[in-house]
C-alpha cells in the first residue's frame, strides 16, 4: 500500500512540463551582418510571467552559435555552443520582467586586446546581459577571425539545469561578411620622397627647398640634405659666392699690378737731333731685342705667380712696347737724314 502511494509522488517529481504554453517574448538584433570584430546587441521584450509554475521550474534561454565554430571554450551544455538562461522562474518570483539586453562583439583579429579588470581579463567578446558578464572569451577574442557564414541564434525555453531539453520559439540569423582589412600604417613624410624626387630630376631645386621648408626643415637642415646627394654648387663644379668674391678680387687686383708694372718698366726715349747718331736696320734690330730683354725679367720678377693668361697679356705688352720702340729709333732715322740732306 505505501508503495502505491510513494509512486505517484516520484512520478510527478520527474515530471515535465509543457514549454509550448509558456509564451512568446519579442526578440530584436542589430544589426544582422557584419565582418568579424561587428558588436552585436540582441534585445528580449514583453517576458511573461512564470512564476506560477510548478517544478520542474523552467527557464528563457539563449542559445549563440559562434563559439562553436572552435570547438567548446566555455563549459556548456548545448553541444559545444554557447548558451545561457536570460530570464528564470527564480527572476519571475521576484518579479523581474523587465527586457533583457544581449552585447558581445564577433571574434576578430581587429579586436583590441584584452584588459585585466577587478581580478579578470576581460573583453570586447565576453557575453553581457544587462551589464553582466556571463561568459568570457579573452583568450580567443583577438586571436582568430569568425568564420564567414550564416549562422542561427536561437531563443527557447528549457528546464532548468537541463538545456537540452529545450523548446525553441524563436530563430534569428545573423550573416559573417569577409573581414575587413585594416587600414595601411600612414607613415609620415619626412622629407625622404622630396629628396628622392629632386635627385632623380622630378622637381627643381625651387621646388625642393619649397617642400622641405613646409615640412619643418632649416636652411642648415636644406643645406646638409643637398650636400648628402651631392647637389650643392662645389660638389657640382661651379664656384659658390665665396669663391667668386675672391676670384673677382684677385682678377681686379691683378689688372691694378700688371698698369703699376707697365707704368715702372717704361723707360722714356729722348731723341734730339744732336744725341742722335746715325742707326742702321742692323743696329735697330739689336735695340729692339734688347729692350725686350729688359723688359721681360722685370715682369717676371714682379709677377712670379702669374697665370698663363697674365703671361700672355705681358707678352703683348712687351711687344708693342718694342714696336713703339722701333717706331720710335726709325723715325728719329729718317730726321737725322733729312736734316743731313738739306745741310749739305
Not at 201 to 209: D, H, L, P, S
Not at 283 to 291: G, N, R
Amino acid at each position: 500500500m505505501m508503495g502505491l502511494i510513494i509512486l505517484p509522488l516520484l512520478n510527478s517529481g520527474w515530471a515535465t512540463v509543457d514549454l509550448s504554453t509558456l509564451g512568446r517574448p519579442n526578440v530584436t538584433i542589430s544589426p544582422i551582418s557584419g565582418p568579424p570584430g561587428t558588436p552585436i546587441t540582441i534585445t528580449v521584450s514583453n517576458i511573461p510571467d512564470i512564476s506560477k509554475e510548478t517544478y520542474p521550474y523552467s527557464d528563457l534561454y539563449i542559445y549563440l552559435p559562434f563559439s562553436k565554430s572552435f570547438g567548446t571554450t566555455v563549459q556548456s551544455q548545448c553541444g559545444g555552443g554557447d548558451c545561457f538562461p536570460i530570464y528564470t522562474h527564480y527572476d519571475a518570483v521576484n518579479h523581474d520582467f523587465g527586457p533583457r539586453t544581449v552585447t558581445f562583439t564577433l571574434f576578430g583579429t581587429i579586436n583590441p586586446n584584452p584588459v585585466y579588470l577587478n581580478g579578470f581579463e576581460n573583453s570586447v567578446c565576453d557575453v553581457i546581459v544587462n551589464g553582466k558578464i556571463v561568459d568570457r572569451y579573452s583568450t580567443l577574442c583577438n586571436t582568430k577571425d569568425q568564420p564567414t557564414g550564416v549562422y542561427t541564434i536561437k531563443l527557447g525555453w528549457a528546464e532548468e539545469n537541463a538545456p537540452q531539453i529545450n523548446n525553441i520559439i524563436q530563430t534569428i540569423q545573423f550573416t559573417v561578411t569577409q573581414p575587413i582589412a585594416p587600414p595601411p600604417t600612414q607613415i609620415a613624410d619626412n622629407g625622404n620622397s622630396v629628396i628622392k624626387a629632386y635627385q632623380n630630376g622630378e622637381i627643381t631645386q625651387t621646388e625642393f627647398e619649397s617642400k622641405l621648408t613646409a615640412l619643418g626643415w632649416n636652411q642648415d637642415e636644406i643645406r646638409q640634405a643637398l650636400g648628402t646627394i651631392g647637389k650643392l654648387p662645389h660638389q657640382l663644379g661651379a664656384p659658390v659666392q665665396d669663391q667668386m668674391q675672391q676670384i673677382q678680387q684677385g682678377v681686379q687686383k691683378a689688372e691694378e699690378q700688371g698698369i703699376s708694372q707697365v707704368q715702372t718698366n717704361s723707360v722714356p726715349i729722348q731723341t734730339t737731333p744732336t744725341s742722335v747718331q746715325e742707326t742702321t736696320p742692323e743696329t735697330l734690330v739689336q735695340i729692339t731685342q734688347k729692350s725686350a730683354e729688359q723688359t721681360l725679367p722685370s715682369t717676371q720678377q714682379s709677377q712670379p705667380q702669374a697665370s698663363p693668361a697674365q703671361q700672355n697679356s705681358w707678352t703683348m705688352i712687351i711687344i708693342l712696347a718694342s714696336l713703339a720702340v722701333a717706331i720710335a729709333i726709325g723715325g728719329s732715322i729718317v730726321a737725322i737724314k733729312m736734316t743731313r740732306k738739306i745741310t749739305n
